[in-house]
């Protein structure tokens, strides 16, 4: 696959339908059907995969949950194809990822460890007679904050005498935005969400100039990339299309460089070690130290927890969406009584923070990612379905909205009932924290506009409230600035 085809999908579509996008790889094709993911192969998939599946190497990738858990399906298996769908050799199910999530929603710690796994698998892989034909990041997903390589058809046969092909591809959707990240403090994923292919080598070497240059790996990775790059310009290209085809036949065998085992695991060990020397700064933002610098007395924030406690205990759930997470406090409470734990904030450095800690915690089952709220990730690449929307991608039980609703009204300027319509959507319950106009951090977002907020008040904000949801249970905070409710949809 190239970074635009689709890889393998797993989000909570029940319809029988291809999964947009993968059309472009006329080897493989994945359907969600109900429960199920199930990708149509080939022949020469098939044999492929044959091959692969037998191999010790992909079978320790396979224990070590390093690639998505596959069987192939018996040929008589009944499938529900959609209707005019084309019969494949045959079909491999995979396991389902409970939440699928795209790059430029991944904070630096994320792209960064799903890089080194791209590197270990196809290291892994060249040493034992494979390589992997692509590397894109679009092909790994997460289990919590454990990546998961998902697109097998990318293995391939290794061939003595070939580069790694997916070498370009890797520096333009994880190298260079990991180094503009470390070496220059620029974000990359609004450039990531903006470009499908990546970032390429010449605009890379653009922005990672001057004293940039004598950095780790940029002189070789991105200099000479973009300087070999430029050796093809449109000029040659023309002059190469008025050759004869006998002709380019003739000079192809000349001018192919032989490439030794041994050069490209030296590439790819320097491009690991390139990786993990790269960092992000460690600067604060507003929200990355909630967890301790919240603006809560010590009993409010604690009756804030209990609240959250209670709605969870009554029942397990499978999806919980804890929108505005800062830093994951609530949703570490919900973790403990939910199978899947989805966690979005805008704050890039807060979602790293959690990240970070999560590696290492006890819960295993929460996905932090990184969506502006007033601006989510929309529907992308052809027919805007290669790459669904955020709010596309799952349906959770239970959403939590904590602290966050004075910045969808105040700071983006987003109206209220329109917040709470697409809220109403789900057909989910929510816990949503209403911060009133007169909150001394609802003041401060106000300042020097002009205060058209009324319905952030009690009356206002339970008026437009119970045109959509029933109040279940509710609880004042802060001196009765704030107040918590727990909100059921009712029947549309």
């Not at 960064?112 to 679009?138: N, S």
């Not at 780790?216 to 000479?224: A, N, P």
């Not at 804030?304 to 409470?333: H, Y």
Request: hydrophobic content about 40%.
């Amino acid at each position: 696959m190239n970074s635009r085809e689709a890889p393998e999908r797993a989000s909570a579509s029940e319809t029988a339908i291809p999964d947009s996008g993968s059309f472009r790889d006329r080897n493989n094709r994945v359907y969600h059907l109900g429960s199920s993911i199930v990708r149509g192969i080939s022949e020469q998939a098939l044999a492929n995969w044959t091959a692969l599946s037998a191999q010790p190497f992909f079978q320790e990738f396979l224990a070590a949950s390093k690639v998505v858990a596959t069987e192939r399906l018996p040929d008589d298996a009944p499938l529900a194809l959609p209707a005019g769908a084309s019969p494949w050799a045959a079909y491999l199910s995979h396991e389902r990822i409970p939440f699928v999530s795209y790059p430029y929603e991944w904070p630096f710690g994320m792209l960064k460890d799903a890089a080194l796994l791209q590197l270990e698998l196809v290291e892994r892989a060249i040493e034992c007679g494979w390589t992997m034909k692509d590397a894109t990041p679009y092909n790994i997903q997460w289990r919590g904050c454990r990546p998961v390589f998902i697109d097998l058809p990318s293995f391939e046969p290794y061939t003595a005498g070939d580069a790694w092909g997916g070498y370009r591809q890797f520096c333009m959707m994880y190298l260079y935005p990991l180094m503009l990240q470390a070496y220059k403090g620029v974000d990359y994923q609004p450039l990531l969400r903006g470009d499908l292919e990546g970032i390429d080598p010449q605009q890379a070497n653009r922005l990672l100039s001057g004293l940039t240059r004598l950095r780790k790996g940029v002189l070789s990775h991105v200099y000479l990339h973009a300087k070999m790059q430029a050796r093809y310009s449109q000029a040659d290209l023309v002059e190469a299309k008025q050759l004869t085809e006998h002709a380019a036949q003739e000079m192809r065998p000349a001018q192919r460089i032989h490439h030794s085992k041994a050069m490209v695991l030296g590439t790819l060990q320097g491009l690991r070690r390139t990786v993990q020397s790269l960092h992000s700064d460690e600067s604060r933002t507003t929200w990355s130290n909630y967890d301790s610098d919240h603006s809560y007395g010590e009993q409010s924030f604690e009756i804030k927890k209990a609240f959250v406690e209670n709605v969870i205990a009554e029942r397990r759930r499978s999806l919980v969406w804890d929108l505005g997470c800062n830093t994951g406090t609530f949703s570490r409470i919900c973790a403990g009584n939910s199978d899947y734990v989805l966690s979005a904030d805008g704050d890039r450095k807060a979602i790293d923070r959690f990240y970070s800690a999560q590696k290492t915690a006890s819960e295993k089952n929460i996905l932090p990612l990184i969506i502006n709220l007033g601006n989510i990730s929309p529907g992308q690449g052809w027919l805007g379905k290669e790459r669904k929307a955020f709010d596309q991608r799952g349906k959770p039980e239970l959403v939590l909205c904590l602290a966050l609703i004075h910045h969808i009204v105040i700071s983006a300027n987003i109206p209220l009932a329109e917040f709470l319509t697409w809220l109403r959507q789900f057909d989910a319950e929510i816990i949503i924290e209403l911060v009133t106009i007169e909150d001394d951090m609802s003041r401060m977002l106000v300042r020097n506009r002009v205060n058209q907020y009324g319905d952030l008040t009690e009356a206002g904000f339970e008026a437009t409230v119970l045109s959509m949801f029933t109040i279940k249970a509710s609880q004042y905070l802060k001196g009765e600035h704030r107040k918590l409710y727990h909100l059921l949809p009712k029947a549309l």
